[in-house]
């Protein structure tokens, strides 16, 4: 069978990040990813993980906690990681847009700092490095969020960047896509 998104957001993230590494959750949400991140990068890498809400935050550090696992967690916008993350390079970055499941739906990443905070990250992404967006677009905010990421992605350099879009596109009611941007 063929993948589901995250499953296979997962594995392009895989690909990327060695041992010892450099990964971002620029929307740490419930901390699956930022834990994924983890797994990945080793004992010895380094995992930046960020969200506005303190929900999220707690949440993923519980989850870090309870697995033994240790991320630098941020209360800070994705548009700001630039102003935290250390390393010149980073290997690859995890954007799940939307809102906090289980939370406040009136609380959405934007079009515009996600955008911010993809302009940022593209910059320090190492040649072949990856950055994969789950793009969740079946609200009002999401929807607006989706037209403009599309716009920005198709215009990125195919010299310099790859962008690729896994979606499944017989399912109803606006099913989440990836945005995968892959750095020549």
Not at 33 to 62: M, R
Not at 105 to 134: C, N, S
Not at 144 to 159: G, M, T
């Amino acid at each position: 069978m063929l993948p589901g998104i995250l499953e296979q957001a997962r594995t392009f993230l895989k690909e990327v990040i060695p041992e010892g590494g450099t990964a971002v959750d620029a929307t740490a949400g419930n901390g699956y990813d930022t834990l994924f991140l983890t797994g990945c990068t080793g004992p010895e890498g380094k995992v930046y993980s960020f969200d506005i809400q303190q929900q999220a935050v707690d949440n993923t550090a519980f989850r870090l906690k309870n697995a033994g696992a240790e991320a630098e967690i941020i209360v800070s916008g994705h548009e700001h990681a630039l102003h935290y993350i250390q390393e010149e390079v980073i290997d690859a970055a995890v954007f799940n847009l939307g809102y906090l499941p289980g939370s406040d739906k009136t609380v959405t990443t934007t079009p515009d700092t996600t955008i911010m905070a993809l302009e940022g990250l593209l910059k320090r992404l190492k040649k072949g490095g990856r950055i994969v967006l789950a793009v969740y677009h079946g609200h009002t905010e999401g929807k607006v969020e989706k037209d403009r990421l599309l716009a920005f992605s198709e215009a990125l350099s195919q010299k310099k960047f790859q962008v690729l879009q896994y979606q499944f596109i017989n399912q109803k009611n606006s099913p989440p896509f990836l945005l995968i941007i892959e750095k020549k």
